[in-house]
């Protein structure tokens, strides 16, 4: 055994992360039980987490300006002291707090907060701090309004680190600072600290070995050098993602033994042959690319991301009909009731008039037989598609999670594909691969309409095989998006409707999200819905969809909304998944704010389904003094600029940054400190191909004890396990 953990205690061998993980924080001189609280409370109760408490920023002290220099309008790091602070009430009731400062060339700065009183004590006179801000000039004298502000104690060096610090916990930056360069300095005086990645694979990557990387991370002679250290650690955070990723994905692909479909046959070849459109380029693509895989002997675990209207549908449809051909079953699981019984509805249409061979019939084939089975379906018919399906003699099911329950089992399971795949856990996913009969495990393909950026995609979704549709069917007629940021603009979005419905067209209303209560939110539709049609859409011909309305009156009133019988649907986002009316080409979303981009991309996509021009109006009043209306206009100003999911998943992105996207999913990895899958999109790629190199080398990572062992202990032992138990 080489791993450092397995050394005998006393050992020389350099420190992995591992026995730095092993070490508590209280080993460090001065860390008693109030510092080690304090620590806690950040997060850090080893040396492990102290390492990788990385500094939040940097002060280039050799930049920093003199105040004297600067003109007013100008952006500048500026080091002063404190000497006074005073908090006043404003007119409006907000705190206001007022800092006056002096640099060291005796100049005087004014900052001031507003609705910031605890700035009275992290501010107080003497104090040295770092400010970054715009200079203005009020009444003659210098100030900047809610600048940046640092303290940085009484550090001397050039480049001075910020630590991310809490005001609870009671621990300056330099004192954690000063933690961290004792740790250092102990470590390196004993054992040192070990570096996992073999000496040529620096040099391959042109990276900086470990130890100098966290030196330098946190004591940084120059910012070059600091840019040296990150791109290292980034890079180990990212590959030990990809390592477990990919070591999971080469797992998935051994451990079982899939299906080896016959790709060419006469039923999918009349079947494409048989669509009222010629395929898009993406398609034609994207169905190459899940035939070669369902050709191989092992199962496929593909995702197909595709933007709202890219013609998922039909690619779902020809993976199935490739293992149906075969005499194999395929099964759709949606994620709602509305979508798999549309899904239902639209399969049946697409496969109208295709058989199968079947020896017992006197023609010698039968109609495909579709079944739908969701919680919703009556004793009876359940009864009958449970044995079908065991029995091999329904080809295609499609469902919900009705699908996944105990009872539910396939004769002959070829092919599954999820849909809207971000609703369902790798569990599920898991679930609905297991109810294969005969041992084979069948081919699985999930399909998103959530785009999110590629690099993203290969951390979060690094298991799997990725597809992209990435051209819309042709002929559809572009949505302008509109932003109603008033009663004027938003009395403008009522007439539209209105002038849509006379011209026979009809409409979407999204009533406004209530987080985490369905009661609450379906009596706020209600509420829209009945002022809706006494004032502004008085005389039009409503429906009302929300998450309590009961299952039938949902039918009833997608079905009329369907067959044009209803004019104006006001609907809460049980309508954002899938619903297809070509006809509606209006919607107006209340209180678009609330929404997040993914969200609103979604809903709009219910619209421009058809050949007749779409508006999309996001009613959102604009108050500028909020502060969260900003990041609300940020999102709302990018729908309005573009309708490309792939653009708009970027700019979400940005605006959201990593956690969110990495989401359920990544739930537990959250080792990306440093790393941001936006600014290190080169390095995720690097990553990537490491990993498979390294992975594939020797067929498992067990060739590199010290990396293995990091990646477990870096992603918690649990979580890999899972990871690797798929
Ligand atoms: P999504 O990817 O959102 O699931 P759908 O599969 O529902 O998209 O397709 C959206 C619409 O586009 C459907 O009405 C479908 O019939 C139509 N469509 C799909 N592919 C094409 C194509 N190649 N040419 C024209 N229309 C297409
Ligand atoms: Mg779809």
């Known amino acids: 055994m080489t791993?450092?953990?397995?050394?005998?205690?006393?050992?020389d061998r350099p420190l992995s992360v591992r026995a730095l993980a092993e070490l508590p924080v209280t080993v460090l001189r001065g860390v008693g039980p109030k510092k080690a609280d304090g620590l806690g409370q950040l997060g850090i109760t080893t040396v492990l987490d102290l390492l990788t408490h990385y500094p939040r920023r940097y002060v280039d002290r050799t930049r920093e300006a003199l105040l004297g220099e600067l003109q007013p309008g100008e952006e500048a790091t500026v080091v002063v002291r404190v000497e006074q602070v005073t908090t006043r009430r404003t007119k409006r009731g907000q705190a206001m707090t007022t800092v006056r400062c002096v640099d060291g060339a005796g100049s005087t700065l004014g900052l001031t907060f507003f609705g910031q009183p605890w700035r009275e004590r992290q501010l107080h006179p003497g104090a040295l701090v770092v400010v970054y801000g715009k200079l203005e000039l009020f009444r003659g004298a210098r100030q900047m309004t809610s600048p940046l502000v640092d303290l940085i104690g009484d550090r001397t060096g050039r480049i001075v680190p910020i630590y991310p610090q809490s005001e609870k916990a009671g621990l300056s930056t330099w004192e954690i600072g000063d933690l961290v360069e004792e740790a250092l300095r102990r470590a390196e005086a004993r054992r040192g600290i070990a570096d996992p990645l073999p000496e040529r694979w620096r040099d391959a990557l042109d990276v900086v070995d470990r130890p100098f990387?966290?030196?330098t991370i946190h004591a940084p002679e120059s910012m070059k050098a600091m840019m040296a250290a990150r791109k290292r650690l980034v890079l180990d955070e990212l590959l030990r993602v990809q390592l477990a990723l990919v070591q999971r994905?080469?797992?998935l692909e051994h451990a079982a033994r899939g299906v080896s479909h016959q790709v060419s046959g006469p039923l999918i070849d009349r079947f494409l042959e048989g669509l009222p459109f010629p395929l898009t380029g993406a398609q034609r693509r994207v169905i190459d690319e899940i035939g070669a895989d369902l050709a191989r002997p092992l199962p496929m675990h593909r995702l197909l991301q595709g933007d709202v209207g890219a013609g998922k549908t039909v690619v779902a449809v020809a993976t199935l009909l490739i293992a149906v051909q075969g005499g194999y079953q395929g099964a759709l699981m949606a994620p709602t009731e509305v979508l798999a019984e549309q899904h239902g509805a639209g399969v049946r249409r697409l496969l109208d008039g295709l058989t199968v061979p079947d020896p017992t019939s006197l023609l010698g084939d039968r109609p495909v037989r579709v079944e739908?089975?969701?919680?919703?379906?009556?004793?009876?018919?359940?009864?009958?598609?449970?044995?079908?399906?065991?029995?091999?003699?329904?080809?295609?099911?499609?469902?919900t999670h009705a699908l996944i329950q105990d009872a539910v089992q396939f004769g002959r399971l070829g092919a599954v594909v999820i849909d809207e795949q971000h609703r369902f856990g790798v569990e599920q996913r898991a679930a609905l691969r297991d109810r294969g009969g005969e041992g084979a495990t069948p081919d699985v393909l999930v399909m998103t309409a959530?785009?999110?950026p590629r690099t993203a995609a290969m951390t979060v979704y690094g298991d799997l095989d990725v597809s992209v549709l990435d051209e819309l069917p042709p002929g559809r007629t572009p949505i302008d998006t509109i932003w109603a940021q008033d009663a004027v603009d938003e009395a403008e979005a009522w007439a539209a409707v209105r002038a849509q419905v006379a011209e026979g067209r009809q409409a979407y209303v999204v009533t406004p999200l209530v987080e985490d209560s369905e009661k609450l939110e379906a009596t706020s539709a209600e509420a829209t819905f009945a002022r809706l049609g006494e004032e502004e859409l008085a005389g039009l011909r409503l429906g009302l969809l929300h998450g309590r309305v009961p299952a039938a009156d949902k039918d009833a009133v997608m079905e009329r909304f369907r067959r044009g019988e209803v004019d104006v649907l006001v609907a809460t986002t049980v309508i954002e998944v899938g619903v297809d009316v070509p006809n509606a080409t209006v919607m107006v979303i209340l209180d678009a704010d609330r929404f997040g981009i993914a969200q609103l991309h979604q809903l709009r996509g219910r619209v421009g389904r058809g050949a007749h021009r779409s508006t999309c109006y996001l009613v959102a009043y604009f108050d500028p003094e909020d502060a969260t209306a900003q990041v609300a206009a940020e999102r709302l100003t990018a729908m309005v600029r573009t309708t490309d999911g792939f653009e708009l998943a970027e700019v979400d992105l940005e605006l959201r940054g990593e956690g969110t996207i990495m989401g359920e999913r990544q739930k537990g990895r959250n080792d990306l400190k440093l790393a941001s899958l936006r600014r290190d999109k080169e390095l995720v790629a690097v990553a990537r191909e490491v990993a498979l190199q390294l992975v594939d080398e020797r067929g498992t990572l067990t060739a590199f004890p010290e990396l293995d062992e990091e990646v477990r202990t870096m992603l918690g032992e649990s979580d890999t396990d899972f990871l690797l138990k798929g």
């Open 3 to 11: 791993s450092a953990a397995d050394a005998p205690a006393g050992s």
């Open 213 to 215: 990387a966290l030196r």
């Open 249 to 251: 994905k080469r797992q």
């Open 372 to 399: 739908l089975l969701t919680n919703r379906t009556g004793a009876a018919d359940r009864r009958r598609i449970l044995a079908g399906l065991a029995s091999g003699d329904v080809d295609l099911a499609v469902g």
């Open 450 to 452: 959530t785009p999110i």
